[in-house]
């Protein structure tokens, strides 16, 4: 996803502010229920784009929900970001903090799409290849896509590797029509 300038350069300082402070773990940690809140809670959006109520009561209302759940750099965060009307770009800066740490420790984020659900062998096998493969760990997110009729699709950072039954039924059409 393209992120704008904004959510990189927030993304950047509150990661060097955390490495700074050695709580890069907590402030990532925060950083990923951000994420999953802005994904599975379509009331903050409610929240951050309300025109009636002002960045002072958005902040006491996130102060609310988090301040005993979050690290102190993600609610200076949080604080700085409102305060700033920057509040649309919390998920993009979160997206970005979130790669930057993957960076710094090394981790290649995968993505794995099967025709069917796979099983914790299957997974911990991918696992495997991939950390052999990329001499590093891997963090590996699978979900299922039933159109793929069978195989699997992989994807590790710009890389995708398509082995999907779909794919190659499509190749041997356009081999017969051409």
Known sequence: MNDSKIAVRY???????????NQLKGVANDMQTLLSIDKHVPEMDILFTSPIL??????ITMYKMFESQFNPITMQFISLILMNK???HISGVARNFIKRYRE????????????????ADQRAQFVSIL????????????????????????RVEDFQYDASISTRLKAVKAQLLG
């Open 11 to 21: 993304a950047k300082a509150v990661f060097l502010l955390a490495q700074e402070k």
């Open 54 to 59: 002002t960045a002072e009561q958005k902040r």
């Open 86 to 88: 920057r509040e649309l």
């Open 131 to 154: 950390k052999s493969t990329y001499n590093t760990e891997v963090e590996l997110e699978t979900q299922v896509d039933p159109n793929l009729i069978g195989g699997f699709v992989l």
């Open 104 to 119: 710094s420790l090394g981790i290649k984020k995968a993505g794995l799409t099967t025709a069917i659900e796979m099983n």
